[in-house]
């Protein structure tokens, strides 16, 4: 079993910057892919952004130029760089980790509030 720990939300301005941390309780032993996703009250679960281990990486298309996604395998830790941030991303953020779809990990999220 795999834990993912994330860290790093809060309460944030419009305008502001967040850095999500996910740090898993194993070393990565294969390849995967790892992503955040956000999820709002009434909303479905959504990709924010992904990367593989191999650093390969993807975001949807409402957050490119604003959010960057990096991992540093040595730590087991991902990183969700947010800048410029809205108020309608206010959510849960969740931490995603997949081995090419033979098992996969979720995290038990962190609060973004982007409020004034």
């Known amino acids: 079993q795999v834990q993912l720990v994330e860290s790093g939300g809060g309460l944030v301005q419009p305008g502001g910057s967040l850095r999500l941390s996910c740090t898993t309780s194993?070393?990565?032993?294969?390849?995967?892919?790892m992503g955040w996703y956000r999820q709002a009250p009434g909303n479905q679960r959504e990709l924010v952004a992904g990367i593989t281990s191999g650093g390969t990486t993807n975001y949807a298309d409402s957050v490119k130029g604003r959010f960057t996604i990096s991992r540093d395998n040595a730590k087991n830790t991902v990183y969700l760089q947010m800048n410029s941030l809205k108020p309608e991303e206010t959510a849960v953020y969740y931490c995603h980790l997949d081995y090419g779809g033979i098992i996969d990990y979720w995290g038990q999220g962190t609060q973004v509030t982007v409020s004034s």
């Open positions: 194993r070393s990565f032993f294969s390849r995967n892919y």
